[in-house]
């Protein structure tokens, strides 16, 4: 069965204090790993798509790195604004179009 | 801004009753997925429609059910309620062949009492 875990579940740091969020995941087939930011009452943003392990991706911030068991997001020196949760998810091959395994997400907060 | 608009944002119902959700899609997004999102979990995959026939579907009851009509515009709809249907309904798109990046709205929050 397809799974995806996430931690730590909930995350606190500081501003411009560096951490990582990790994501495993067990898959028949991985056709892509996803990261989505979840602002609170709203609906997943898109962050980044790794396909094969090494790859590394990054928007400002936020870095995503994929292995064949697990991926880590990177944020550094966060700011308030980075407060979220973000989900991981991973499209098996087998599976069509937008069928996606989500993990549960880690709640990050960032203080002032 | 998001280009997936669902109705309505909140809605309460009582166990039982039946309900629909609707989603309107981007132009061009001809592909569309129906997530459940229960409190403090990750997204949950429900069905998905391609030009007008689902085409995937998850572990959910067939009290599930969809339609996606030609103006990129989807319907959810769930008979016979069930207290742990509440939750936050996400529609998610994309344009055919896209297979990441693809936007999801702002969802309905169900509760059931």
């Known amino acids: 069965e397809d799974q995806v875990t996430q931690s730590p579940e909930a995350l606190r740091l500081q501003e411009g204090e560096s951490s990582s969020l990790n994501c495993s995941y067990t898959v028949s087939g991985l056709r892509g790993l996803f990261w989505y930011r979840q602002d609170p009452g709203k609906g997943p943003e898109f962050l980044f798509t790794l396909y094969s392990a090494g790859e590394e991706k990054e928007k400002e911030r936020l870095k995503a790195t994929l292995t064949k068991k697990e991926s880590f997001l990177h944020i550094t020196a966060p700011k308030p604004e980075d407060s979220a949760t973000y989900l991981c998810a991973v499209q098996p091959h087998k599976s069509y179009g937008q069928n996606f395994v989500f993990g549960p997400g880690t709640r990050l907060s960032v203080l002032p | 801004e998001t280009g997936v608009t669902q109705s309505p944002t909140h809605l309460i119902k009582t166990r039982g009753q039946q309900v629909t959700l609707r989603c309107s899609s981007q132009?061009?997004?001809?592909?569309v997925s129906w997530y459940q999102q229960a409190l403090g979990q990750g997204p949950q995959f429900i069905f998905q429609y391609y030009r007008e026939e689902e085409n995937g579907r998850g572990n959910f009851p067939p009290r599930f059910s969809g339609l996606q009509f030609p103006n990129y515009s989807s319907e959810l709809n769930v008979n016979a309620l069930e207290l742990d249907d509440s939750a936050l309904y996400l529609c998610a798109s994309s344009p055919t062949g896209v297979f990441h990046g693809y936007t999801f709205g702002s969802g309905t929050r169900l509760t059931v009492v």
């Open positions: 132009s061009g997004h001809n592909t």
